[in-house]
């Protein structure tokens, strides 16, 4: 099987490596770049825990593979905010207890940060709590931590179309 | 589980794909790569271990979506949350949007197809059962050139359709809705995003206050979605309400015969394709009077 040279940009620096055509983009970003925040539980698309986004959509890299990342920009959990600090997201998880033993976290995180992105370019997104839930229904969370999770999206979603709000009056 | 070694093949244009398909010794080494939501968790638990994996994801010009009078023609690499999001489909053809709606979760249809789907044929899955019950139909381009395929034709079994080993899927043209027409897709399935237990796609057509033309799909309750023909022809020519939809859902129940398995019962299957082919036949019936 021979192997191919892909050029990707991972949370905004290019990184190019050799990989074959079976790696999945999981693999890629957790062996071959060490990003190990990006969790793999069920590898076949089901859990969630692997999601990244992938040109701004999220995606399960489990699902992908690496060579379809090849002249792409991929985010991992580990590009949303500067080392040592939280992303807003990450913020209103933290502070509702969103976690239990933490696993699937980085899924839920960056199925939330795409929705926030939405909420703040002032694009649809889930607003009730039951539209939350069938935002989050693509992940699981073994522990059943769901409560505090939804607390937490809600939380983040509603100060990020606070802030959408606010920006399109201030453009008026 | 990581997919098995494989030859990787990135063709750029269709032709090329299908000569590398008919190139190999056997093209049933091959498969076909297009978002990948349905093959990939089939090569991570090596389920499926090809030779070869023919990748679409690089071919251009297949993706587009794009509206003939009465026909709405939706490129094989067209993702699922583009289509769903689509102004052009959800005016020709609602029900796509709807059943689209259904189909795993954003991130897999962030990635997933609608030919992808469609090719793979699973029983359970929305877009077949769409298919089939629009009478959408499948062009696929092979060594001989292009051919299209009635989806009453396309689902000959288990995840097998009338595709040949060395054809590409490569657009699905669905006929626009017209005046007095309408649809709903419904489903039960355990968690949103799930396969379905099983499914109902309908679509209805009145003239005046009567069905003069009414489609039933049923997924997940057999080898292929199953078109309910009895129920439909029953329908034809009655006035929309309570006693024809109950007699339509008796109809449907009764001709099938669906297998049990750890998700469901066959005989649960059996009752809640019944019960779902009302509710859809009420709300399609619905839709169509507001689109007269």
């Known amino acids: 099987m021979s192997h191919r040279e892909i050029t990707v940009t991972v949370n905004g620096a290019v990184r190019t490596a050799t990989v074959e055509p079976r790696r999945t983009l999981a693999d890629f970003l957790r062996q071959d770049l060490?990003?190990?925040?990006?969790?793999?539980?069920?590898?076949?698309?089901?859990?969630?825990?692997?999601?990244?986004?992938?040109?701004?959509?999220?995606?399960?890299?489990?699902?992908?593979?690496?060579?379809?990342?090849?002249?792409?920009?991929?985010?991992?959990?580990?590009?949303?905010?500067?080392?040592?600090?939280?992303?807003?997201?990450?913020?209103?998880?933290?502070?509702?207890?969103?976690?239990?033993?933490?696993?699937?976290t980085p899924g839920f995180v960056m199925t939330i940060y795409g929705l926030e992105q939405d909420a703040r370019a002032g694009r649809p997104c889930p607003r009730s709590r039951t539209e939350i839930r069938e935002e989050l229904s693509g992940n699981i969370c073994r522990c059943s931590g769901y409560q505090a999770i939804v607390d937490g999206a809600e939380a983040a979603l509603t100060a990020a179309t606070a802030t959408a709000t606010t920006t399109t009056e201030g453009a008026r | 589980?990581?997919?098995?070694?494989?030859?990787?093949?990135?063709?750029?244009?269709?032709?090329?794909?299908?000569?590398?398909?008919?190139?190999?010794?056997?093209?049933?080494?091959?498969?076909?790569?297009?978002?990948?939501?349905s093959l990939m968790p089939l090569l991570n638990l090596r389920l499926s271990q090809p030779l070869h994996v023919v990748d679409l994801n690089a071919v251009g010009g297949m993706s587009d979506i794009s509206r003939d009078g009465s026909t709405l023609t939706i490129g094989a690499l067209c993702r699922q949350r583009t289509a769903e999001r689509s102004a052009d489909v959800a005016a020709a053809v609602p029900l796509v949007v709807e059943a689209l709606g259904l189909v795993g979760h954003p991130a897999i249809r962030n990635r997933g197809t609608i030919g992808g789907s469609i090719a793979h044929a699973d029983p359970a899955a929305e877009m077949p059962a769409v298919a089939l019950c629009l009478d959408a139909r499948m062009v696929a381009q092979g060594p001989g050139g292009e051919r299209t395929v009635a989806a009453s034709d396309f689902f000959d079994g288990f995840l097998s359709t009338a595709l040949s080993e060395d054809e590409v899927l490569t657009a699905v043209r669905f006929p626009v809705d017209g005046p007095g027409c309408g649809a709903a897709f419904v489903e039960v399935a355990r968690r949103h995003g799930d396969f379905a237990m099983a499914g109902v796609a309908a679509h209805v057509r009145l003239e005046g206050d009567v069905i003069a033309e009414a489609r039933i799909a049923v997924s997940g309750v057999g080898l292929t979605p199953v078109r309910a023909?009895?129920?439909?022809?029953?329908?034809?020519?009655?006035a929309p309400g309570d006693d024809a939809f109950a007699a339509a859902a008796a109809a449907t129940s009764a001709a099938l015969h669906p297998a049990t398995d750890v998700h469901a019962s066959g005989a649960y299957r059996k009752h809640v394709a019944g019960v779902l082919v009302r509710r859809a036949l009420g709300t399609a019936t619905d839709r169509a009077r507001g689109n007269r």
């Open chain 2, 1 to 37: 589980m990581k997919p098995a070694p494989f030859e990787y093949w990135a063709p750029t244009s269709v032709d090329e794909a299908v000569k590398i398909l008919s190139g190999l010794d056997d093209p049933g080494d091959a498969k076909v790569m297009a978002g990948g939501q």
């Open chain 1, 34 to 104: 060490g990003l190990t925040a990006t969790h793999l539980g069920c590898e076949h698309g089901v859990c969630g825990a692997c999601t990244v986004l992938l040109d701004g959509d999220t995606v399960r890299s489990c699902l992908a593979l690496a060579v379809h990342a090849d002249g792409h920009e991929v985010t991992t959990v580990e590009g949303i905010a500067e080392p040592g600090e939280m992303h807003p997201v990450q913020s209103a998880l933290w502070e509702s207890g969103a976690f239990q033993c933490g696993f699937c």
């Open chain 2, 229 to 238: 023909t009895g129920a439909e022809a029953g329908l034809r020519g009655a």
